[in-house]
Nanobody
């Protein structure tokens, strides 16, 4: 199994920056991809960005050019660098890991979520 712990959320003014971190533990060698999702009040959870084990990244159009996803060399920590933040970026941000079980079934693990509020 894989466990995830996020950090780095908070209150920031429009135009500001934040960096979210997510540390994975457990069977990290089974991880196929790490990513970030967000959920605003009254809305469905949506993909923000992902990075595969091979380093291929995917970023949602709504944040492209402002948000960047990266990871450390040990591949157990994923970061979301958020620049030029807008009020509409306000949401709870969740870290996600896709990983293989012992029977090679692809499963999902989620962090507890971290609140990001963009407001003046």
């Amino acid at each position: 199994q894989v466990q995830l712990v996020e950090s780095g959320g908070g209150l920031v003014q429009p135009g500001g920056s934040l960096r979210l971190s997510c540390v994975a533990s457990g069977n990290i060698f089974s991880i196929n991809a790490l990513g970030w999702y967000r959920q605003a009040p009254g809305k469905q959870r949506e993909l923000v960005a992902t990075i595969t084990a091979g380093g291929i990244t995917n970023v949602a159009d709504s944040v492209k050019g402002r948000f960047t996803i990266s990871r450390n060399n040990a591949r157990d920590t994923v970061y979301l660098h958020m620049n030029s933040l807008k009020p509409e970026d306000t949401a709870v941000y969740y870290c996600n890991a896709q990983y293989y079980s012992d029977s090679y079934t692809l499963l999902n693990a989620w962090g507890q979520g971290t609140q990001v509020t963009v407001s003046s």
